[in-house]
């Protein structure tokens, strides 16, 4: 299984980021697949944004809950992450990955005006 996130690399203050995981060499809705989304700022450590099920039961970090939504297209095999109202203290490395399994290279993220 591949992973392959794509999306913008720079987004406005305040302005909605969406990054989108490709996956290949499997479907993702497999079961027990659990597709996450991970980021991490620079020089600082990993942070758990969020993740679905091979079902599509979403689960959220608590202190992001508020503004971010994971979706998926089976059709695509596809799974995105839709984060509101973007600050400057989310420019971070973003990476999708299965849990227990293969990680995506990540995408670079800057929130700025």
């Known amino acids: 299984v591949r992973l392959q996130e794509s999306g913008p690399g720079l987004v406005k203050p305040s302005q909605t980021l969406s990054l989108t995981c490709t996956v290949s060499?499997?479907?993702?809705?497999?079961?027990?697949?659990?597709w996450t989304w991970i980021r991490q700022p620079l020089g600082k450590g990993l942070e758990w944004i969020g993740g679905?099920?091979?079902?599509?039961?979403?689960r959220y970090s608590p202190s992001l809950k508020s503004r971010t939504a994971i979706s998926r297209d089976a059709s695509k095999n596809q799974f995105t992450l839709q984060m509101n109202f973007v600050t400057p203290e989310g420019t971070a490395r973003y990476y999708c990955?299965?849990?227990?399994?293969?990680w995506g290279q990540g995408t670079q993220v800057t929130i700025s005006s």
């Open positions: 990955a299965e849990r227990g399994g293969p």
């Open positions: 679905i099920t091979w079902s599509g039961d979403t």
């Open positions: 060499g499997g479907s993702i809705t497999t079961r027990y697949y659990y």
